[in-house]
């Protein structure tokens, strides 16, 4: 079964400044998606960037990115220019491409703190 | 992209009871899903609604426990019967909209007392 690790309960930033979550994951599979999700305190799951396995390009959103090493199984997110509107829960998730479960599974969360 | 609206967005309930959630998806998906999330916590599957079949349900989740109903392809209900304190969670509902990602309701937030 594939695994989800994230090693940051919480972390911490000044506003305007840049950091940085981890996620490593566990799988067997060569084809699958990777996710973070923003969970504010209004409980909605909002979609912050994703990343098809097969691509060797790292994904981009506007202030977001992520460092994606497939061998490594490292999945990380970078935020630059944090804004107040950052603070919240950022979970990564995993999703199979091999078959035609659409499910995720999450890692334990990491709670993003922005200072201003 | 999809839109998820779940009922009721909160809930205080008395032990033993039942509490049945609602979710409407605003266009016709294959696969609906519902997730628990419990204090400070991650969130964790219960179960696959597929329409017109049974719902597949994770490890250590019963139907008897979490029946699910999946009328058609925009709808789902998750009922938590018999309710104890630790069924005191946030219920998420989401769906698929395509290879790439999951929508999710905003989440109901159930108090067990």
């Known amino acids: 079964a594939q695994t989800v690790t994230q090693s940051q309960p919480e972390m911490s930033v000044q506003e305007a400044e840049t950091v940085t979550l981890s996620c490593t994951y566990d799988?067997?599979?060569?084809?699958?998606?990777l996710f973070w999700y923003k969970q504010p305190p209004s409980r909605q799951m909002i979609l912050v960037i994703r990343q098809e396995a097969y691509k060797q390009q790292n994904a981009t959103e506007n202030r977001f990115s992520v460092n994606f090493q497939k061998a490594a199984k490292s999945f990380s997110l970078k935020i630059s220019d944090s804004q107040l509107g950052d603070a919240a829960m950022y979970f990564c998730?995993?999703?199979?491409?091999?078959?035609?479960?659409?499910?995720?599974?999450f890692g334990k969360g990491t709670k993003l703190t922005v200072n201003p | 992209s999809a839109v998820i609206s779940q009922k009721p967005s909160r809930d205080i309930c008395q032990r033993g009871t039942s509490l049945t959630i609602q979710c409407q998806v605003d266009s016709q998906v294959t696969m609906m899903f519902w997730y628990r999330q419990q204090p400070g916590q991650s969130l964790t599957l219960i179960a696959t609604a597929n329409q017109g079949s049974e719902a597949t349900y994770e490890s250590g989740f019963v139907i008897d426990k979490f029946p699910i109903s999946r009328p058609n392809l925009t709808f789902s209900t998750l009922t938590v019967s018999n309710m104890s304190p630790e069924d005191s969670s946030i219920y998420l509902c989401?769906?698929?909209?395509?290879?790439?990602?999951?929508?999710f309701g905003s989440g109901t937030q159930l108090s067990v007392l």
């Open positions: 998730a995993y999703r199979s491409a091999e078959g035609v479960s659409e499910k995720l599974v």
């Open positions: 799988t067997s599979e060569s084809d699958y998606y």
């Open positions: 989401s769906a698929g909209a395509g290879a790439y990602q999951l929508f």
